[in-house]
């Protein structure tokens, strides 16, 4: 093939690339209707599975979905969820309707994949649609489509409904994620940045959709993990807009995405697992053994993740912080070992008690409303980290830069 002789594969390659950093442009979440009060949880939940005679079951569930004050540093021991609520795709009368949802021994899986793939996309372009709308471009004008879920397992899958509910074009470029636990949408973001960045003029959207009819099990008594999952998470969808070469005056970064790094902490695999069986998702999580984990490995990991951007000694509570929040206990933890003052955390902590642990898309939640505290309260924080967590033991951080535009 004839090419001019000045062109070179670096002219190309330097061409592709954006010239600026990625940027978050635009965030959007969404939940179902149906909203349970952690008080209620219980009664409600021992109700529906029919297993009211469990009273010892019943008495632990209570335990784990007692709401302490989320501002005060709690005992260790504390296992409570730290929610007020929660919300839900599945009903009473879903899970009525669905008897073999409670009997792990009676396979449920297609039946649970089928709702989940008809409800996913719904709840998922929910959040996408507000992202737009703040964004302020046609949706037409997204180039790659990003979508995260634990649960689903079908293809085409979430992002394919999820492009069709949105009239994206048919040349948007698509990727899946599934099972990646409660990292779910540090992962995605962390892809979100590279497909901005060496990309030129790419518009990348983000969705995150967690729908946990595919993981309700009844209560069992020789299966105790059950009651943690089910006091602890709930639905939700979270989506951001990632770009670089921000277009002035309609687009306005939130902030800016300086540095991803990934880090899986060795022999670490038995403490937070997951698996789709014959009777849903099911898997392992230890809250006390992801406690010292999270914390212990926190001010190491991000000592180096700063120092190789040239911005050593860094100063924790000079930044603001965007972390997934996984169990009161842990953010606890995690301001003790970085010796945070009270309020770093409050954007985890608000999104903890409102929603609960939405796993992937509940660091979305946690974005937002940092994005909602500088605009309203005018955190003057110039840099800042997002941090999730996910199975392996794995920890996802990102450098977080607020815009001169942001900063109050």
């Keep these: 093939m004839a090419t001019s002789s000045h062109v070179t594969i670096h002219d190309i390659r330097r061409a592709q690339r954006a010239d600026s950093t990625a940027a978050v442009l635009a965030i959007g979440t969404a939940n179902p ?14 109700r529906i599975t029919k297993r009211e005679h469990l009273t010892d079951l019943k ?13 005060s540093i709690p005992d260790n021991k504390s296992e409570a969820s730290g929610a007020d ?32 793939a008809a409800a996913g996309p719904e709840l998922a372009a929910s959040a996408a649609e507000k992202a737009i709308a703040r964004w302020g471009r046609p949706a037409t004008d997204i180039t790659h489509l990003i979508v995260s879920t634990n649960s689903g397992a079908q293809a085409p899958s979430v992002d394919h409904r999820l492009a069709l509910l949105l009239g994206l074009r048919p040349t948007v470029r698509r990727t899946m994620l599934h099972l990646n636990g409660c990292s779910a949408g540090a992962a995605a973001l962390r892809l979100a940045k590279d497909l901005a960045e060496n990309n030129r003029c790419a518009r990348v959207l983000v969705a995150c959709v967690e729908l946990n009819v595919v993981a309700f099990h009844g209560p ?24 670089a070469d921000a277009v ?7 902030f800016e995405m300086v540095a991803v790094s990934q880090t899986v902490i060795p022999g670490t695999e038995n403490v937070l697992n997951m698996q789709l069986t014959e009777h849903g998702l099911d898997g392992h999580i230890s809250i006390k053994e992801l406690i010292p984990l999270a914390a212990g490995n926190a001010d190491e990991h991000l000592s180096d993740t700063f120092r190789q951007l040239g911005l050593a000694g860094v100063e924790w509570n000079d930044l603001f912080w965007v972390v997934h929040p996984g169990a009161p206990s842990i953010l606890d933890q995690i301001e003790r070992a970085l010796r945070l003052e009270p309020g770093k955390l409050a954007a985890s902590r608000r999104v903890l008690r ?9 660091l979305i939640f946690v974005l937002d409303e940092q994005r909602r505290r500088m605009d309203e309260e005018g955190d003057g924080a110039e840099w ?12 996802e951080t990102m450098v977080l830069h607020a815009p001169e535009c942001r900063k109050k």
């Design 33 to 46: 209707v149906t909203c349970i009060s952690q008080d209620d949880y219980p009664d409600y939940y021992f």
């Design 59 to 71: 008495g632990k569930l209570n335990k784990l979905c007692k709401t302490h004050k989320i501002n």
């Design 85 to 116: 609520k929660r919300f839900f795709h599945h009903t009473e009368d879903l899970i009525a309707a669905h008897p073999e949802f409670l009997d792990r021994a009676t396979p449920s899986l297609d039946a649970r994949l089928d709702i989940a």
């Design 220 to 243: 069992k008594e020789d299966y105790p993990q059950t009651l943690t999952c089910q006091g602890v998470f709930g639905d939700g969808a979270g989506a951001v807009i990632v770009g």
């Design 248 to 254: 002035h005056p309609i687009e306005h970064p939130l």
């Design 354 to 362: 409102e929603y609960g642990n939405m796993l992937g898309s509940t």
């Design 384 to 395: 800042g980290v997002m941090m999730g967590f996910g199975p392996g033991f794995t920890i």
